[in-house]
């Protein structure tokens, strides 16, 4: 199982990005597929999930109304599109497939919102 990501960067604060999160390897339309992120020192954060379907959505309080999860079955992506940004969204993002109770991870991608 591979996940790639990408997308990320350096942006304003207020700004938007779209990272994107490219599956290969599993049957991707069976899998759950959640974004998590991470920033030095601290703990991997749970920020939002998206079902295998693509009808049921949750998310972390600190990014509701902001980010958003989606998916592409046909294309074996699941999106995060993430509006205005703020300092402390700056962490690396991660990509996680749920599968059968078993969780793979992608190498992550840097965000950075900064002035």
């Known amino acids: 199982v591979q996940l790639v990501e990408s997308g990320g960067g350096l942006v304003q604060p207020g700004g938007s990005l779209r990272l994107s999160c490219a599956a290969s390897?599993?049957?991707?339309?069976?899998?759950?597929m959640r974004w998590y992120r991470q920033t030095p020192g601290k703990e991997r954060e749970f920020v939002a999930v998206i079902n295998s379907y693509g009808d049921s959505r949750n998310y972390a309080d600190s990014v509701k109304g902001r980010f958003t999860i989606s998916r592409d079955n046909s294309k074996n992506v699941v999106y995060l599109q993430m509006n205005s940004l703020k300092p402390e969204d700056t962490a690396v993002y991660y990509c996680?497939?749920?599968?059968?109770?078993?969780?793979?991870w992608g190498q992550g991608t840097q965000v950075t919102v900064s002035s």
């Open positions: 390897g599993v049957t991707f339309s069976n899998c759950h």
């Open positions: 996680n497939a749920e599968r059968s109770g078993r969780f793979y």
